[in-house]
């Protein structure tokens, strides 16, 4: 049975997953990356410093899977990280991060002549990056501007210049008409620096002999346009139409798989293309974090036992860690409503619960009347995904089922989208 692999890049690490056809886990590794460098208002990376994980990621699988019998590969990673390199693929900057914001002046100048649709908004984009080094002059030998996920995937390939569309987004990407837009043009974007844009997970090389040889691979093992690592979580879900994921995290992140796009940048929603259906998606101020203001994890745990899911405490609680949001609210002024406090400590950890599944609620309602679908079906991951009574509480407010997603890694959602690739399927079992 042949097998597919999953490479996953995060801030901090390198992860692979290798799957069989029926997509069982059959191997895992983990490698640790150093920390980005931090100058002035900057995150970045060497890229070589992937690379290096990368291979050693993949010497500790040869010892855990045969990876003669791998039929291709995908990489997801971090989004909007961006870098120079020559024809051949040689870096020519720092990766600047996904979280680098020094290109405030390029953020202005796209705010100014962008729709307000586009992701490619704020001074993080891809877009800000690659106007930022252009109007710094590193472009003179450049060939290509490449992300993270693309640079991975075109070194192994030993062909440089494609990207997916996902990661594409915050380039200025239009995912609807599927082109570069005109736009760009009058921002002085460097056409020719644009990689070539194919959907995620479509089979875009193979495997280059040296790489064949050095780890075990078959010769011809195929190279799948990989996504960002958070397209990656979801796919790890196995989420079909209708279904929506909820990432319960410091922050509270809600995608739900829809038949149509929704583009509305007041509330920091946009749309990514998912085969067929787009992954509609918005983000709360709200999560986890607000429980780690009052509660330390002994007390969460200790508290937890005591929910009564069936028993609602009546508290119309906003949870926020400090004023502003954005998602499903748009007011960069609104206040944490955290009051009154009963003085039972249980009442109030349950009050908090409740107070993010009605924001949770409210977040989908607001993606419906966009235009997405509201949820058949909500898996949760993240760390909030474990504690069943809220589980129950949401479900009451949701008027769906909520279950814990079954997979949440992005390298798992990576091999699937690596198997999806070169057979079709796209569920998990």
């Known amino acids: 049975m042949s097998l597919y692999l999953g490479i996953d890049f995060g801030t901090s690490g390198c992860r692979t997953c290798v799957i069989d056809g029926h997509g069982r886990v059959q191997a895992e590794t983990r490698v640790a990356l150093g920390n980005p ?9 060497d890229p070589q410093d992937w690379w290096d994980a990368l291979a050693k990621a993949l010497d500790m699988l040869q010892g855990e899977a045969p990876l003669e019998t791998v039929a291709g590969l995908a990489i997801d990673a971090t989004s909007a990280t961006l870098l120079l390199v020559d024809a051949r693929g040689r870096p020519l900057t ?41 109007a710094a002059g590193t472009t003179d030998k450049a060939r290509f501007a490449l992300h993270q996920a693309d640079w991975l995937s075109s070194r192994l390939a ?10 594409a987004l915050k380039l200025g990407y239009d995912p609807v008409t599927r082109c570069w837009p005109g736009w760009l043009d009058a921002l002085g974007t460097e056409r020719r620096l644009l990689p070539e844009v194919v959907p995620a997970g479509q089979p875009v090389g193979v495997l280059a002999t040296e790489y064949c040889r050095r780890w075990g691979f078959a010769p011809g093992t195929r190279i799948v346009s990989g996504t960002t690592d958070s397209t990656a979580g979801f796919i790890a879900t196995g989420a079909g139409t209708g279904e929506a994921v909820t990432a319960l995290g410091s922050t509270l992140v809600l995608k739900v798989r ?22 509609v998606g918005g983000a709360s101020n709200s999560g986890g974090c607000v ?29 926020l860690p400090s004023p502003g949001e954005r998602f ?3 007011d960069p002024g609104l206040q944490p409503q955290l009051t009154p406090r009963p003085a039972d400590d249980g009442v109030f950890f349950q009050g908090l619960l409740e107070g993010i599944a ?57 091999a699937l989208l690596a198997r999806q690739g070169l057979t079709g399927a796209r569920r998990t079992p």
């Not at 460098?37 to 990376?45: H, I, L």
């Not at 030993?158 to 990661?167: A, M, P």
């Not at 949760?380 to 509480?393: D, H, L, P, S």
Request: charged share 20%; net charge positive.
């Open 328 to 330: 499903p609210e748009n």
């Open 358 to 414: 009605a924001i949770e609620r409210r977040g989908y309602r607001l993606l419906q009347h966009l235009g997405a679908s509201y949820p058949q079906r909500v898996q949760t991951v993240g760390g909030g995904a474990v504690n069943t009574a809220w589980c129950r509480i949401r479900e009451t407010l949701l008027g769906v089922p909520v279950i814990a997603a079954r997979h949440q890694e992005a390298a798992y959602g990576a």
């Open 258 to 279: 829809s038949v149509r796009p929704v583009f509305a940048p007041d509330y920091g929603v946009y749309s990514h293309r998912l085969g067929d259906d787009w992954l």
């Open 158 to 167: 030993g062909r440089f210049g494609i990207t997916d569309e996902n990661n």
């Open 37 to 45: 460098r931090y100058p002035v208002s900057a995150t970045e990376q």
């Open 94 to 134: 720092p990766a600047l991060m996904y979280n680098d914001t020094r290109a405030v002046d390029q953020a202005r100048q796209i705010g100014a002549r962008a729709p307000a649709a586009s992701a490619a908004h704020g001074a993080s984009s891809s877009l800000a990056k690659l106007l930022y080094l252009q």
């Open 291 to 319: 429980l780690r203001q009052f509660f330390s994890q002994a007390d969460i745990e200790r508290l937890t036992a005591s929910l009564q899911p069936e028993r609602p405490t009546g508290l119309d609680y906003y949870p």
